[in-house]
């Protein structure tokens, strides 16, 4: 287990990390990330409980002499939000060294090409809404030296981290959610027949679902038999995300609400509600 993050709390020999003064007496290597990919380019939408996996890859340039083992040597790339890497608000990386395949060599270098995945639970990385959107890539390398065999009562730690802000964003979104339910059933042919449902999305302070106001959301009706569905009306969301709206009963079939999704929400779709109609 790896966690070079600043200011992250890990087991063994490394929690005394959150004690140790970084190490400035390593000089830093000379590595170069390129070709990140986070998420294979799409958001990353996150829910309040279920740990989300996001893969990544990227190429490393590494000096030939530098080993990277994951435990006391190890590079790799992090997430994080903030107008600057000084300036850091949240960040977030792998658990797990990367995994890394040689594709050249020089007298120098190594090129290799990796991978490696963020597991982002939503109670130990998001706390507010604030953590939905853009967030920037960085490269890290992080060394970390210890004696902890209590020779002479005396145990010593040394760590050191490093970090290059990197081209590339990821986008982080709130999971969203959405019902339908439409009434009465069965229904008279040419009848009014009434299409409710709601919409919520994560709020990660409450770890909760809440409702998402002012919102449109597309109702979208599938005929009996058909094959793809078509957008009847757009309707907007109201108080506690509440939708509603109605339309004439002119054949049996299913309607169903869908949500294309903001900057920070990720995109819903409603189970569908089939509806009779005589």
């Not at 009465?184 to 919409?199: D, M, N, R, W």
């Amino acid at each position: 287990m790896r966690k070079y993050a600043i200011g992250a709390v890990v087991s063994g020999a490394l929690a005394l990390s959150a004690l140790a003064v970084p190490s400035a007496s390593a000089a830093t290597p000379d590595l170069t990330f390129s070709n990140v990919v986070v998420n294979n380019g799409k958001a990353i939408v996150v829910g309040t409980a279920a740990t989300v996996n996001v893969p990544v890859k990227y190429t490393l340039v590494r000096p030939a002499g530098l080993v990277l083992d994951g435990l006391t040597n190890d590079a790799g790339i992090a997430l994080y939000r903030g107008t600057s890497l000084s300036r850091l608000q949240n960040e977030m990386e792998s658990d797990d060294a990367a995994r890394c395949t040689t594709t050249a060599t020089t007298a120098t270098t190594v090129t290799a090409s990796c991978t490696e995945v963020i597991s982002i639970a939503p109670q130990d990385y998001f706390f507010d809404a604030a953590d939905a959107g853009t967030w920037k890539v960085a490269g890290f390398y992080g060394r970390s030296t210890s004696t902890t065999e209590d020779s002479g009562n005396h145990i010593s730690f040394s760590f050191g981290y490093d970090m290059w802000g990197l081209p590339g964003t990821a986008q982080v979104k709130r999971a969203a959610k959405l019902t339908t339910n439409a009434a009465p059933e069965p229904v008279k042919k040419g009848s009014t027949l009434t299409v409710k449902g709601t919409l919520t999305r994560a709020d990660w302070a409450t770890t909760k679902y809440a409702g998402y106001k002012g919102q449109p959301a597309a109702l979208q009706f599938r005929a009996k038999g058909a094959t793809a569905y078509k957008t009847v009306k757009t309707v907007t969301s109201g108080t506690a995300g509440a939708l509603t709206t109605t339309v004439k009963a002119a054949a049996d079939g299913t309607y169903r609400y869908t949500f294309a999704g903001t900057t920070t929400t990720g995109t819903a779709t409603a189970t569908g509600d089939y509806v009779d109609v005589k």
